[in-house]
């Protein structure tokens, strides 16, 4: 699913800390300015990455996720409790209301009466309908169709409502169906779009309309995507006139920004600069942990990974606490497990793999590999050795990857880094991406987690690229009967019984090496008021955002 994203999401308001503040922060909350640079109603914000398309459907970049919750089209959002509630729907679908069918195969979406996209054509449910057909016409390179694929038919009984009929039933709707929690899509204007046979080039994807509180009036690529207000939002006008998503791929350049009070506010701040954020006048720091892992990919077809002895060897080489403690400075959690603690589907009954070189040569060489000349093992012809992929001018990264390399060299392993764009390694399969091509041997990245804890695009045996992100080409039979288990339980409890399965099948398998669960920070202008980010969509809710 694109519904799991690439990169960095923030977590419930639970453990919220709030440093660097003053009375003067209080004079923000009533409106008074505090900075004499601050351009007022005009929100300017990075996340230091970039932008590979603005349409969701192709893109899965979380930067995307962040800017389409305010420019498009989505029938339920998610409060600051990460809550679903209803956008363009009336409602949210359950069981209870009668959305959801007792036996969970017919799921109904009713939506709200005169609805416009932002260029003032009517939305009704014919763009609903299109919008499922196009995620299903197999000429769109569709991040995934896992969920849609169980869509056995949708109904229209008339312009505001939606029936989705399904061959089984499938609780994480809520979060795959036109949900601003990371969909596949969001709903797309028919319009605009049917006239072509695919859209994966179309024009509509570097400008898209939408139908949210804001809408796009520029983007500039490797340069800034400009939002403006939407005059045909049905909820009104925002009070921000302007949201600026600037380009700054660069983390050291981005504090720089900060420095000169070009930027009001860096999302996913890692632990390196928060620790530097009494540096910055004007601004104030929120940290809170996060649903997303940082993890490192064996590729399948590298030949020594198909030894799960090296896999294991590899992580007992790796000081995960040390590199929490100097390049995250702190701000994480050592877990094994893919999930934070205010996860309701939290394992805390995985153990910890501990940090042991001793235990790591032993296994290798137990296990027949041997050092050669220059100290890196081999066996068979097969030698460790291996090509790192890394996004390029991620600083933070960097220094993880150079004391992973400073430990394995004292077990036989090498590597060489390789570095991409964000826009190289995440794009789809059909444009060639680095990951979901297979085109390396170790990967560093972080997944966010799921609202509800489906993990079956990302881990389903029916996931592998191109018809979904399962780029590990893990296949566990007893993880995957669990997954699609999830699918037919509506409850949560159930659904957590089902995620354990899953858990402890990864840290049995070791597909990949999980490097703990970070803290999320942001950095803002002490003019910022009224928002309130909530776990995966923290700008789901900005109508009453201003500076």
Same mark, same amino acid.
């Given at each position: 699913?694109?519904?799991?994203?690439?990169?960095?999401?923030?977590?419930?308001?639970?453990?919220?800390?709030?440093?660097?503040?003053?009375?003067?922060?209080?004079?923000?909350?009533?409106?008074?300015?505090?900075?004499?640079?601050?351009?007022?109603?005009?929100?300017?914000?990075?996340?230091?990455?970039?932008?590979?398309?603005?349409?969701?459907?192709?893109?899965?970049?979380?930067?995307?996720?962040?800017?389409?919750?305010?420019?498009?089209?989505?029938?339920?959002?998610?409060?600051?409790?990460?809550?679903?509630?209803?956008?363009?729907?009336?409602?949210?679908?359950?069981?209870?209301?009668?959305?959801?069918?007792?036996?969970?195969?017919?799921?109904? =979406?009713?939506?709200?009466?005169? +609805?416009?996209?932002? &260029?003032?054509?009517?939305?009704?449910?014919? $763009?609903? %309908?299109? !919008?499922?057909?196009?995620?299903?016409?197999?000429?769109?390179?569709?991040?995934?169709?896992?969920?849609?694929?169980?869509?056995?038919?949708?109904?229209?009984?008339?312009?505001?409502?939606?029936?989705?009929?399904?061959?089984?039933?499938?609780?994480?709707?809520?979060?795959?169906?036109?949900?601003?929690?990371?969909?596949?899509?969001?709903?797309?204007?028919?319009?605009?779009?049917?006239?072509?046979?695919?859209?994966?080039?179309?024009?509509?994807?570097?400008?898209?309309?939408?139908?949210?509180?804001?809408?796009?009036?520029?983007?500039?690529?490797?340069?800034?995507?400009?939002?403006?207000?939407?005059?045909?939002? =049905?909820?009104?006008?925002?009070? +921000?006139?302007?949201? &600026?998503?600037?380009?700054?791929?660069?983390? $050291?350049? %981005?504090? !720089?920004?900060?420095?000169?009070?070009?930027?009001?506010?860096?999302?996913?701040?890692?632990?390196?600069?928060?620790?530097?954020?009494?540096?910055?006048?004007?601004?104030?720091?929120?940290?809170?942990?996060?649903?997303?892992?940082?993890?490192?990919?064996?590729?399948?077809?590298?030949?020594?990974?198909?030894?799960?002895?090296?896999?294991?060897?590899?992580?007992?080489?790796?000081?995960?606490?040390?590199?929490?403690?100097?390049?995250?400075?702190?701000?994480?959690?050592?877990?094994?497990?893919?999930?934070?603690?205010?996860?309701?589907?939290?394992?805390?009954?995985?153990?910890?793999?501990?940090?042991?070189?001793?235990?790591?040569?032993?296994?290798?060489?137990?296990?027949?590999?041997?050092?050669?000349?220059?100290?890196?093992?081999?066996?068979?012809?097969?030698?460790?050795?291996?090509?790192?992929?890394?996004?390029?001018?991620?600083?933070?990264?960097?220094?993880?990857?150079?004391?992973?390399?400073?430990?394995?060299?004292?077990?036989?392993?090498?590597?060489?880094?390789?570095?991409?764009?964000?826009?190289?390694?995440?794009?789809?399969y059909a444009e060639g991406g680095i990951l979901e091509n297979d085109k390396f041997d170790l990967a560093l990245?972080?997944?966010?987690?799921?609202?509800?804890?489906?993990?079956?695009?990302?881990?389903?045996?029916?996931?592998?690229?191109?018809?979904?992100?399962?780029?590990?080409?893990?296949?566990?039979?007893?993880?995957?009967?669990?997954?699609?288990?999830?699918?037919?339980?509506?409850?949560?409890?159930?659904?957590?019984?089902?995620?354990?399965?899953?858990?402890?099948?990864?840290?049995?398998?070791?597909?990949?090496?999980?490097?703990?669960?970070?803290?999320?920070?942001?950095?803002?202008?002490?003019?910022?008021?009224?928002?309130?980010?909530n776990a995966l969509t923290p700008f789901d809710d900005m109508m009453n955002v201003d500076i």
């Amino acid at each position: 699913m694109s519904a799991v994203k690439r990169l960095l999401a923030l977590a419930a308001l639970a453990a919220i800390t709030i440093a660097g503040c003053s009375k003067a922060d209080t004079s923000a909350a009533r409106g008074i300015r505090i900075n004499p640079w601050t351009h007022p109603h005009v929100l300017t914000f990075t996340d230091a990455s970039d932008i590979d398309s603005l349409n969701p459907m192709f893109s899965t970049e979380l930067t995307v996720s962040y800017l389409s919750s305010m420019t498009a089209a989505f029938l339920t959002k998610w409060d600051r409790h990460n809550k679903p509630y209803p956008e363009l729907s009336t409602e949210v679908p359950t069981m209870a209301n009668g959305g959801v069918s007792k036996d969970g195969l017919t799921i109904a =979406f009713h939506l709200r009466k005169g +609805l416009k996209w932002s &260029d003032g054509a009517p939305l009704d449910a014919d $763009d609903v %309908v299109w !919008t499922y057909h196009a995620i299903m016409n197999p000429a769109n390179n569709a991040g995934s169709r896992s969920g849609w694929d169980l869509v056995t038919s949708v109904a229209e009984p008339n312009k505001t409502t939606v029936i989705f009929h399904l061959k089984q039933p499938y609780s994480p709707f809520i979060v795959r169906f036109f949900s601003s929690a990371g969909a596949d899509s969001s709903i797309l204007p028919k319009h605009l779009l049917a006239r072509y046979p695919n859209i994966n080039h179309v024009p509509f994807n570097a400008l898209p309309v939408g139908a949210g509180p804001f809408m796009y009036k520029q983007w500039l690529r490797g340069q800034r995507a400009v939002l403006v207000r939407n005059p045909y939002y =049905f909820r009104g006008e925002p009070k +921000l006139q302007e949201v &600026d998503y600037e380009v700054v791929p660069n983390r $050291d350049t %981005v504090f !720089t920004e900060l420095l000169s009070h070009n930027i009001d506010l860096w999302a996913q701040v890692a632990g390196l600069y928060l620790v530097r954020a009494n540096e910055l006048n004007g601004y104030s720091v929120l940290t809170q942990p996060v649903y997303q892992w940082g993890h490192i990919d064996f590729s399948p077809k590298q030949p020594a990974f198909q030894d799960p002895v090296v896999r294991h060897a590899m992580e007992l080489a790796m000081d995960r606490q040390q590199m929490i403690t100097k390049v995250q400075r702190g701000y994480a959690h050592l877990e094994e497990g893919i999930a934070p603690e205010s996860a309701p589907y939290y394992d805390r009954d995985i153990p910890l793999v501990p940090f042991d070189l001793a235990e790591a040569n032993r296994l290798l060489d137990g296990d027949g590999w041997m050092r050669g000349a220059d100290g890196i093992r081999e066996k068979h012809g097969e030698r460790l050795d291996f090509v790192f992929v890394l996004q390029s001018r991620a600083q933070n990264l960097e220094n993880m990857v150079e004391l992973m390399r400073a430990n394995w060299q004292k077990i036989g392993v090498a590597i060489t880094v390789k570095h991409y764009s964000a826009p190289q390694l995440f794009e789809p399969y059909a444009e060639g991406g680095i990951l979901e091509n297979d085109k390396f041997d170790l990967a560093l990245f972080s997944w966010t987690d799921d609202m509800i804890g489906d993990f079956s695009a990302l881990y389903g045996c029916d996931q592998f690229p191109p018809a979904g992100q399962n780029e590990l080409r893990w296949c566990n039979l007893k993880a995957d009967r669990a997954m699609h288990a999830l699918f037919g339980h509506y409850d949560q409890a159930q659904r957590n019984a089902d995620d354990k399965i899953v858990f402890e099948a990864l840290a049995k398998d070791r597909p990949q090496i999980t490097l703990g669960i970070p803290d999320g920070g942001y950095i803002y202008n002490k003019d910022l008021k009224g928002w309130n980010p909530n776990a995966l969509t923290p700008f789901d809710d900005m109508m009453n955002v201003d500076i």
